[in-house]
C-alpha cells in the first residue's frame, strides 16, 4: 500500500452556477463604461506621446484600440442573449478573450515605442500600472479574468523595461513585478471573499427557503387538523344534540318514576361529552377569532365569588380545599373571558391535586394586579413546562383518564391570555406543585359595581315557564334525529313544534301557516343543511319573507373559517349539542 494517499477532490458546491451566474452578471454589468473609458485614455495617452515622439508606430497602436472598440458588439449581446444564463461558460470565455485582446494592446505600447527619456517612461509606467489599480476591481470578481487583464499587460512592460541596458530600467522592471505579484495577490483575494459573500448569500435564501416551506407545510399540518377536528366535531354533534333533546324528554316524562335515576345518569355522561366538545369549540373560536374582548374595570371579588360556587364541590369530592382569598382590588379585563380563563386554571388545579389544596389570591402591585393560583398536584417537569399549553398535551396521563380532560383547558388558557393582552407566567416544582400567574392592568374601583355578579360557569338558570315561550316553532334541520328530537322536547313544554327538513318545505309551512292565519313565531334553522346548502342564507331569507319571523341559528361547526362568517351575519347562533335549559332560554330570547 502506498505510504500517503491523494486526498479526494471537494464536493462540486450547489451553489457553483448560482454563483457563476453573478460573477459573469458582474462582469458585463460595467462593460460599456469600461470599454469607452479605456478607449478615451488610449487616445489620450498616444496623442500625448505622438506629440513627444511623432512615432508612427504610435498611430498604429492607436487603431488597434479603435479596433478593440469596434468589437463591443461581440459582448453587449450578452444582454440581448435570451439564453444567457444556460450559456454562462461561454460568455464567461468570451470577456476573458476579449479582456486579454485589450491587456496584449497596452501591453505592446512599451514594445513598439518605450521612450527613451526616462520622464516619459515614468509615465507609461504610471499609465498602465494606474490602469491596472482602476480596472482590477472591475475584473475581479472572476479570478480567472484578472489573471487575462492583469498578466499581459504587466509581462509586455517588464520585458520592455528589460531589454534597455540601464540599470534604471532593470530597477523599475522589478518594481513592476512587485506590483504585478501585489495586484495579482489582492485580486485574488477580491475573487475569493466574494465567492464565500456569495456562497453564503445562496445558503441563507435556501435556509430561508427551506424555513418558508416548513412554515407552509406547519400551517397546512395545523390547518388540516383543525378540519379534521371541526369535521370530527361536527358529525359527533349531531347525533349527540339528538340524543341530548330526547334524553332531557325522557327525563321530563319519567320525573318520579322509578326509571328517573337512569335518565339522570344519562344525562350525566351525555354532560361529560358535550364539556369535551366545548373545549374542542373553545380553541376553534379562538383561532377564529369570533371571541372580541370588552375590557372594563371590574371587581376581582365578584370574580373570585362566582369560581368558589362553581367549584367548592369538585374540591369536596376530592377532599382538597379550596381557598378564594377576599380582595378589594378592581383589574382592567374582560369579566366573561377572565372568569373563562380562571375557571381553566382551577379546574386544572383541582384535577392534579390529590391532596393538600388549592389557593386563589389577587396581589396589587403598582400599577397591575397579580391573580395567581397555587395547587399541591403533581408538579410540572422543566422540560414539560413549556408543551403544557399544547392541545390534547397531558402531564401524568399516558392512559388517558378520560377524568382529567382532554388536555385543551390550558391551551385556551393561552389564547384568553393574549386575547386579553394578560400576561401569564409559570413556576412549578414536581413532585409539589405549580403555580399560575396572571399580570393584569390595576383599575380604579368604581363608585357603583357595574352589574350584578356573575353566575356559576354550570349554571344555565332557566327554569320551564319562568318566560313565555312562542306558541309555534319550526324547525329545519336535515337529519331526522335532530328534527324528533327537537319536536318532542318543545311538545313537551306545550309548544307547537314543526320540523321540515329542505328550505322549500320550510317555505311551504310558513305559507300554509300565514294562510291558515296561525303563523309561526320563531324559525330554528341549522347552519349546514343537506347538500352543503347554507342554512343561515336560508333562513335569513324566509325571516324575510315571513316576517316578523324570528330566526335562530343552531350549528355543530366549529371550523374557524365558518364561525366568522355565523359570527358576521349577527343572528343568535347555538352551538350543539345543546341542552334543553339552554335552548329553551335562547328561545325564549329570540320569540318574535
Not at 353566575?455 to 315557564?465: E, H, I, K, M
Not at 319571523?549 to 373559517?561: F, K, S
Not at 364561525?563 to 343568535?572: F, I, T, W
Not at 347555538?574 to 318574535?592: N, W
Given at each position: 500500500?502506498?505510504?500517503?494517499?491523494?486526498?479526494p477532490?471537494?464536493?462540486?458546491?450547489?451553489?457553483?452556477?448560482?454563483?457563476?451566474?453573478?460573477?459573469?452578471?458582474?462582469?458585463?454589468?460595467?462593460?460599456?463604461?469600461?470599454?469607452?473609458?479605456?478607449?478615451?485614455?488610449?487616445?489620450?495617452?498616444?496623442?500625448?506621446?505622438?506629440?513627444?515622439?511623432?512615432?508612427?508606430?504610435?498611430?498604429?497602436?492607436?487603431?488597434?484600440?479603435?479596433?478593440?472598440?469596434?468589437?463591443?458588439?461581440?459582448?453587449?449581446?450578452?444582454?440581448?442573449?435570451?439564453?444567457?444564463?444556460?450559456?454562462?461558460?461561454?460568455?464567461a470565455?468570451?470577456?476573458?478573450?476579449?479582456?486579454?485582446?485589450?491587456?496584449?494592446?497596452?501591453?505592446?505600447?512599451?514594445?513598439?515605442?518605450?521612450?527613451?527619456?526616462?520622464?516619459?517612461?515614468?509615465?507609461?509606467?504610471?499609465?498602465?500600472?494606474?490602469?491596472?489599480?482602476?480596472?482590477?476591481?472591475?475584473?475581479?470578481?472572476?479570478?480567472?479574468?484578472?489573471?487575462?487583464?492583469?498578466?499581459?499587460?504587466?509581462?509586455?512592460?517588464?520585458?520592455?523595461?528589460?531589454?534597455?541596458?540601464?540599470?534604471?530600467?532593470?530597477?523599475?522592471?522589478?518594481?513592476?513585478?512587485?506590483?504585478?505579484?501585489?495586484?495579482?495577490?489582492?485580486?485574488?483575494?477580491?475573487?475569493?471573499?466574494?465567492?464565500?459573500?456569495?456562497?453564503?448569500?445562496?445558503?441563507?435564501?435556501?435556509?430561508?427557503?427551506?424555513?418558508?416551506?416548513?412554515?407552509?407545510?406547519?400551517?397546512?399540518?395545523?390547518?388540516?387538523?383543525?378540519?379534521?377536528?371541526?369535521?370530527?366535531?361536527?358529525?359527533?354533534?349531531?347525533?349527540?344534540?339528538?340524543?341530548?333533546?330526547?334524553?332531557?324528554?325522557?327525563?321530563?316524562?319519567?320525573a318520579?318514576?322509578?326509571?328517573?335515576?337512569?335518565?339522570?345518569?344519562?344525562?350525566?355522561?351525555?354532560?361529560?361529552?358535550?364539556h369535551?366538545?366545548?373545549?374542542?369549540?373553545?380553541?376553534s373560536?379562538?383561532?377564529?377569532?369570533?371571541?372580541?374582548?370588552?375590557?372594563?374595570?371590574?371587581?376581582?371579588q365578584?370574580?373570585?365569588?362566582?369560581?368558589?360556587?362553581?367549584?367548592?364541590?369538585?374540591?369536596?369530592?376530592?377532599?382538597?380545599?379550596?381557598?378564594?382569598?377576599?380582595?378589594?382590588?378592581?383589574?382592567?379585563?374582560?369579566?366573561?373571558?377572565?372568569?373563562?380563563?380562571?375557571?381553566?386554571?382551577?379546574?386544572?388545579?383541582?384535577?392534579?391535586?390529590?391532596?393538600?389544596?388549592?389557593?386563589?389570591?389577587?396581589?396589587?402591585?403598582?400599577?397591575?394586579?397579580?391573580?395567581?393560583?397555587?395547587?399541591?398536584?403533581?408538579?410540572?417537569?422543566?422540560e414539560?413546562?413549556?408543551?403544557?399549553?399544547?392541545?390534547?398535551?397531558?402531564?401524568?396521563?399516558?392512559?388517558?383518564?378520560?377524568?382529567l380532560?382532554?388536555?385543551?383547558?390550558?391551551?385556551?388558557?393561552?389564547?384568553?391570555?393574549?386575547?386579553?393582552?394578560h400576561?401569564?407566567?409559570?413556576?412549578?416544582?414536581?413532585?409539589?406543585?405549580?403555580?399560575?400567574?396572571?399580570?393584569?392592568?390595576?383599575?380604579?374601583?368604581?363608585?357603583?359595581?357595574?352589574?350584578?355578579?356573575?353566575?356559576?360557569?354550570?349554571?344555565?338558570?332557566?327554569?320551564?315557564?319562568?318566560?313565555?315561550?312562542?306558541?309555534?316553532v319550526?324547525?329545519?334541520?336535515?337529519?331526522?334525529?335532530?328534527?324528533?328530537?327537537?319536536?318532542?322536547?318543545?311538545?313537551?313544554?306545550?309548544?307547537?313544534?314543526?320540523?321540515?327538513?329542505?328550505?322549500?318545505?320550510?317555505?311551504?309551512?310558513?305559507?300554509?301557516?300565514?294562510?291558515?292565519?296561525?303563523p309561526?313565531?320563531?324559525?330554528?334553522?341549522?347552519?349546514?343543511?343537506?347538500?352543503?346548502?347554507?342554512?343561515?342564507?336560508?333562513?335569513?331569507?324566509?325571516?324575510?319573507?315571513f316576517?316578523p319571523?324570528?330566526?335562530?341559528?343552531?350549528?355543530?361547526?366549529?371550523?374557524?373559517?365558518r364561525?366568522?362568517?355565523?359570527?358576521?351575519?349577527?343572528?343568535?347562533v347555538?352551538?350543539?349539542?345543546?341542552?334543553?335549559?339552554?335552548?329553551?332560554?335562547?328561545?325564549?330570547?329570540?320569540?318574535?
Open positions: 500500500m502506498s505510504a500517503s494517499t491523494s486526498a477532490a471537494a464536493p462540486p458546491s450547489p451553489y457553483a452556477e448560482k454563483v457563476l451566474r453573478e460573477q459573469v452578471a458582474m462582469l458585463y454589468s460595467t462593460i460599456r463604461t469600461a470599454t469607452l473609458g479605456d478607449f478615451l485614455l488610449a487616445l489620450a495617452f498616444g496623442s500625448a506621446m505622438y506629440w513627444q515622439m511623432r512615432a508612427w508606430p504610435i498611430l498604429a497602436w492607436m487603431l488597434l484600440h479603435l479596433y478593440n472598440t469596434s468589437r463591443m458588439p461581440l459582448l453587449t449581446a450578452y444582454f440581448k442573449d435570451p439564453q444567457a444564463d444556460q450559456r454562462l461558460q461561454h460568455w470565455d468570451t470577456y476573458c478573450r476579449e479582456l486579454r485582446l485589450n491587456s496584449l494592446t497596452w501591453g505592446l505600447a512599451p514594445l513598439l515605442f518605450l521612450p527613451d527619456s526616462l520622464p516619459l517612461t515614468a509615465l507609461m509606467m504610471l499609465v498602465m500600472m494606474g490602469l491596472c489599480a482602476a480596472g482590477v476591481s472591475a475584473v475581479s470578481p472572476l479570478a480567472r479574468a484578472a489573471r487575462h487583464y492583469l498578466i499581459p499587460m504587466l509581462v509586455c512592460l517588464m520585458l520592455a523595461l528589460l531589454i534597455r541596458p540601464s540599470a534604471m530600467h532593470v530597477f523599475l522592471a522589478v518594481c513592476c513585478a512587485i506590483f504585478l505579484g501585489s495586484i495579482l495577490r489582492f485580486a485574488r483575494a477580491q475573487s475569493e471573499l466574494l465567492v464565500q459573500a456569495l456562497h453564503a448569500r445562496f445558503e441563507k435564501e435556501a435556509l430561508a427557503a427551506q424555513l418558508a416551506r416548513q412554515m407552509r407545510a406547519t400551517e397546512e399540518a395545523s390547518q388540516q387538523k383543525t378540519r379534521f377536528l371541526a369535521s370530527a366535531s361536527h358529525d359527533l354533534r349531531q347525533p349527540l344534540h339528538a340524543i341530548a333533546l330526547l334524553g332531557a324528554a325522557l327525563q321530563k316524562q319519567l318520579g318514576h322509578a326509571q328517573e335515576t337512569t335518565a339522570e345518569r344519562l344525562m350525566q355522561a351525555v354532560g361529560t361529552l358535550t369535551s366538545l366545548d373545549a374542542m369549540l373553545d380553541v373560536r379562538l383561532d377564529a377569532g369570533v371571541v372580541a374582548a370588552k375590557r372594563r374595570p371590574i371587581a376581582l365578584e370574580i373570585f365569588q362566582s369560581l368558589g360556587q362553581s367549584f367548592v364541590n369538585a374540591a369536596s369530592e376530592k377532599d382538597i380545599t379550596l381557598r378564594l382569598r377576599a380582595t378589594e382590588l378592581w383589574a382592567d379585563s374582560d369579566p366573561q373571558l377572565l372568569r373563562r380563563l380562571l375557571s381553566n386554571l382551577l379546574d386544572n388545579a383541582i384535577k392534579y391535586t390529590r391532596e393538600g389544596g388549592v389557593l386563589v389570591l389577587a396581589r396589587g402591585r403598582a400599577t397591575q394586579v397579580w391573580i395567581e393560583v397555587y395547587d399541591t398536584g403533581i408538579g410540572i417537569a422543566p414539560q413546562q413549556g408543551r403544557v399549553y399544547e392541545e390534547f398535551y397531558q402531564v401524568g396521563n399516558p392512559g388517558r383518564d378520560r377524568a380532560g382532554l388536555g385543551i383547558g390550558l391551551s385556551v388558557v393561552a389564547r384568553l391570555a393574549r386575547l386579553l393582552e400576561s401569564l407566567q409559570q413556576r412549578s416544582t414536581l413532585g409539589r406543585g405549580t403555580r399560575f400567574r396572571l399580570v393584569l392592568p390595576r383599575a380604579t374601583p368604581l363608585r357603583t359595581r357595574a352589574g350584578p355578579a356573575l353566575p356559576p360557569a354550570t349554571a344555565w338558570s332557566v327554569a320551564a315557564g319562568t318566560r313565555p315561550l312562542p306558541r309555534r319550526l324547525l329545519l334541520d336535515d337529519e331526522a334525529d335532530v328534527r324528533s328530537a327537537m319536536t318532542q322536547l318543545l311538545q313537551a313544554y306545550d309548544v307547537d313544534a314543526h320540523a321540515v327538513a329542505d328550505e322549500a318545505q320550510a317555505r311551504a309551512q310558513l305559507m300554509q301557516a300565514q294562510a291558515a292565519g296561525k309561526f313565531a320563531l324559525l330554528i334553522c341549522d347552519f349546514r343543511l343537506a347538500g352543503d346548502a347554507d342554512g343561515l342564507q336560508a333562513g335569513e331569507a324566509l325571516a324575510r319573507e316576517a319571523l324570528a330566526l335562530l341559528l343552531v350549528t355543530g361547526e366549529t371550523a374557524p373559517e364561525l366568522r362568517h355565523v359570527r358576521s351575519a349577527g343572528v343568535p347555538l352551538f350543539k349539542p345543546v341542552g334543553s335549559e339552554q335552548l329553551l332560554q335562547a328561545i325564549a330570547d329570540t320569540r318574535g
